[in-house]
């Protein structure tokens, strides 16, 4: 009889689990819905999209029937095309999993209209490739194919310039930019020169899946040949989308070899995040990389890209990390001289606001401030000022006119930044570390402002002070607690009026973290702070929100590359209107928050979690004496010592979870699966009608050798990826027919605890054979769901398989190690191998038990190999050794 405290037990242990998987829910929930609006404007064709094709040779048209070459045009410039006249920088476009080639027409509308409407000298001929749709983004097989193609159509577009060109410009969104850097270090006679820069868009350079060997070697040899871009002289930019980006997050669009690792949060005048399809069509992110594209030209060879890498990476730097001034790169001058007849205003506080209002003036205004001992730097924010050159520094000399400070300057106007603005006005700061000057014995910082700039209302505000008195700090750890429970207030940093710059240094906060900043007196209504989250370790990865009188909070923002370092920590800018006071209130993020960043980073990891565990169930139903609290407490110690103790109770909530979907499938939904999905499919596989798969259907469930000598052969002929889906389905059909036998069992079960009933009671033999059926259902149940998680890996193949079945009934390109798999476990799923697993006593049933253990605690260890993502596909071959063990050993003399 079972006690009251094993009832508790057992209720508190349910709840327990109950409540982590709420809160993992919630996580994904939040990670899927929260983040802005798509704020982006979307590019429009000016004249209708046409394609033209372009051949390449007759072979390799023949072995990629499914791939094509296109040449993008709009308009007259079609016809161009079309007579193969191409005069342009070639640019190629490659679209990513399961993408289009009509994607590319949105960068190369607004690339060929800008050359139009500022009738450049040159323009840039846009390619594209088409690959019917196929599945690259978890299937080496494909992306290999993919690969060879994209190497081929970059020889054959070269071609066309008959020897003028030697290089094109590479754009892969998605799998597309691992095809580019694929298609020169991989292919066959290729190398990196063949392209001068390669521009990724949400290209996932860490993959989130890694389902069979050939995809983990794709990336293998990809990371060991990526050095050989940088030898070339091959300018990289990689580009994500932030927090919309569900599909590839900011930590997998970090490519350690790239030059420019940026997020569109941080793209000067983008400021937007964008989902993985809108990184194609948003306005402001195609237009930073047109005009990036148009400034990296040769202006001297006017049809080429320059081959100067240093001019190139101020191009591309200027446009995608640090725009200083207007929408075209600009070159500054060092050294400018200033005008005679200015007028010079001397700024005395260390904290002041200029502004233009009720002044009549219509000379150029030079605001001077004298450097000096007091602070070490300088922040200097700009509104409404537009001109190129406006700010430097200068030395004073001993004798100065009264009118004039100085009369030359060294240009600092490069170490500027625009910064976003609510208003739509233009707003540039610089923070200035007076340390670190470059220019020796400098007296003065001078702000230039041009008659044109007073045309508008303009302010300008200076802030000196010392930087160790605006860092302000910000530790996660024990906040939690102490918050929750209530012990103490929220901290909050109240700002001094006058001042522009604040920094909050979020000490051990590597998540979320929430923001407040609440005004407390303000002149202007339209006052506006910016805080902007900054990664160290990625400059590119930064985050903007607005606080106003009306919106000031709280706002969550989150790490989006974590990456721990000991001397690097995530940090918050704050621009504030120097005419206000704050208070600034920051704080961890909550735990909904923390749970949904841990699922952006670490969800992969609970397909190795969910194996090791089924695997440590397998254990426990070998042998009946297994110490089941010695599995479960080393298996807590080793969750806890490899930190994955959440992924192990969600894992564990999964699994419970579908075991219960699978009971209620059984039950509600035998018969559909088996006259539906599981006829209907051997009726196309083996070309025969529904009625007589049906019948199929039911001999093979009933005569498992008949299933095996069926089924197996598939693997040969058609896919073996296929055959272990069908295996699963065919299970799941005898599963269906146990239930069917023993339910009359399980029903006499239930009445005999009726008084009324007891005529039906059972003997002793009955008893037992119900506990043996019992035994039985649950070694068929832990069977089941490890076949079914292992099985996952197929479901790349089978889509592939089926895309490409009008080309080929064969699925050649096939994973050996997961064909050979897919034969072992196709065969253990057909035949009864619960007879081996049965629970008994004796020396064969513990040795399999710990062997089967021992492999499932590797597994889980496995989660913290460097990187563990890359061991998804070994578990199929796992599981396979783990059947052929279990079945080798059953065949030994029993003791």
Not at 133 to 153: F, N, R
Not at 607 to 627: C, E, N, Q
Not at 700 to 718: D, H, K, S, Y
Not at 821 to 832: N, P
């Amino acid at each position: 009889m079972i006690s009251v405290k094993s009832i508790i037990i057992y209720s508190i242990s349910i709840l327990f689990f109950i409540y982590v998987c709420l809160l993992y829910i919630l996580g994904v929930a939040r990670y899927m819905t929260d983040f802005e609006e798509n704020t982006c404007e979307m590019t429009y064709m000016f004249e209708y999209p046409q394609y033209v094709r372009i051949s390449l040779e007759n072979d390799i048209e023949e072995k990629y029937p499914r791939f094509a070459l296109y040449a993008y045009g709009e308009g007259s410039v079609t016809e161009k095309l079309r007579r193969m006249h191409f005069s342009g920088i070639p640019v190629l476009f490659i679209p990513g999993n399961a993408g289009s080639h009509q994607q590319v027409r949105s960068i190369a509308s607004v690339s060929l209209r800008k050359s139009l409407k500022n009738r450049t000298p040159y323009h840039f001929d846009f390619f594209t490739v088409s690959f019917s749709k196929d599945y690259s983004a978890l299937y080496g097989g494909v992306l290999m194919e993919q690969t060879i193609y994209v190497s081929h159509c970059i020889k054959a577009i070269l071609a066309l310039y008959k020897g003028k060109m030697d290089s094109v410009v590479l754009i892969g969104h998605s799998m597309g930019g691992i095809i580019a850097k694929g298609a020169l270090l991989l292919a066959p006679d290729m190398n990196a020169s063949f392209a001068n820069m390669i521009i990724n868009l949400a290209t996932p350079h860490t993959p989130v899946l890694v389902l069979d060997s050939g995809f983990a070697s794709y990336y293998y040899e990809l990371e060991n040949r990526s050095g050989m871009i940088k030898d070339a002289g091959t300018k990289v930019v990689s580009i994500g989308g932030g927090p919309r980006d569900v599909l590839v997050t900011a930590a997998q669009t970090f490519d350690r070899t790239a030059d420019i690792n940026v997020l569109s949060t941080s793209v000067p005048a983008v400021w937007k995040s964008t989902d993985h399809l809108s990184i194609l069509w948003c306005k402001q992110l195609v237009l930073a990389i047109v005009r990036s594209l148009f400034d990296t030209v040769d202006t001297k060879k006017r049809s080429r890209i320059t081959s100067n890498p240093d001019l190139k990476m101020q191009a591309l730097s200027y446009h995608f990390l640090q725009r200083s001034s207007g929408k075209k790169l600009y070159h500054y001058e060092e050294k400018v001289q200033f005008e005679t007849n200015g007028e010079w205003i001397t700024i005395v506080p260390e904290q002041y606001v200029w502004n233009n209002k009720n002044k009549k003036i219509s000379s150029t205004i030079y605001l001077t401030m004298k450097l000096s001992h007091e602070s070490d730097f300088l922040t200097i924010d700009a509104t409404n000022l537009e001109n190129k050159d406006w700010l430097f520094v200068c030395i004073a000399p001993e004798k100065q006119e009264q009118r004039k400070i100085c009369e030359w300057g060294w240009n600092l106007t490069n170490k500027t930044r625009i910064l976003p603005d609510p208003l739509d006005r233009t707003r540039r700061t610089v923070d200035l570390d007076l340390k670190k000057i470059d220019y020796p014995n400098v007296t003065h910082v001078v702000v230039r402002i041009t008659p044109h700039d007073l045309e508008k209302y303009l302010t300008v505000s200076f802030d000196s002070y010392f930087y160790e008195s605006r860092v302000e700090s910000a530790n996660d750890k024990f906040m939690h607690l102490t918050y929750f429970l209530g012990f103490r207030e929220y901290d909050f940093v109240k700002t001094a009026k006058g001042s522009i710059r604040y920094y909050v240094t979020l000490l051990n906060i590597m998540d979320a973290v929430v923001i407040e900043v609440k005004s407390l007196s303000c002149i202007d209504k339209k006052q506006h702070a910016i805080v902007e989250l900054i990664e160290p370790w990625n400059m590119g990865a930064i985050q903007s929100r607005f606080f106003t009188n009306t919106d000031d909070g709280p706002k969550t923002m989150k790490i989006q590359t974590p990456y721990e370092h000991p001397n690097q920590t995530a940090r918050l800018r704050l621009t504030l209107d120097p005419e206000c006071l704050y208070e600034i209130y920051v704080q961890p993020g909550g735990i909904i928050d923390k749970i949904s960043c841990r699922v952006r980073d670490r969800w992969p990891l609970l397909y190795i979690v969910i194996i090791s565990l089924l695997l440590l169930f397998l254990s426990a139903r070998i042998h009946l004496d297994s110490d089941i609290m010695t599995v479960i407490i080393v298996t807590i110690m080793l969750s806890f010592y490899l930190n994955i103790i959440y992924e192990t109770y969600v894992a564990l909530c999964i699994i419970g979870l579908s075991a219960i979907g699978v009971c209620f499938a059984i039950i509600f939904l035998g018969s559909v699966i088996e006259h539906g999905i599981v006829a209907r499919l051997l009726s196309r596989v083996i070309a025969y009608t529904d009625t007589w798969s049906n019948y199929f259907v039911r001999t093979l469930v009933e005569v498992p050798f008949l299933m095996t000598i069926i089924i197996l052969p598939l693997n040969f002929a058609i896919c073996g990826a296929l055959t272990m889906i069908i295996s699963l389905l065919l299970y799941f059909m005898k599963l269906t027919r146990m239930y069917e036998n023993y339910l009359e069992q399980l029903l006499m079960a239930s009445l005999q605890h009726f008084k009324w009933f007891k005529r039906f009671k059972r003997s002793r033999n009955e008893e037992s054979n119900n506990r043996s059926t019992s035994e039985n259902v649950y070694n068929h149940l832990v069977l089941f769901l490890l076949f079914s998680f292992t099985a996952i890996p197929a479901i790349p193949s089978v889509l592939v398989w089926a895309k490409n079945f009008s080309y080929d009934k064969r699925l050649t390109t096939e994973d050996h190690i997961l064909f050979l798999s897919w034969t072992v476990l196709a065969t253990c799923v057909t035949f009864d191998i619960t007879k081996c697993i049965s629970r008994c006593k004796g020396m064969r049933s513990l040795i399999l038990s710990n062997m089967v253990r021992l492999l499932g605690w590797i597994i889980l260890s496995l989660t913290a190999a460097p990187p563990p993502l890359f061991y998804h596909y070994c578990m199929p071959p796992i599981v396979a050794l783990v059947m052929i063990l279990t079945v080798s050993i059953s065949f030994l003399k029993s003791d």
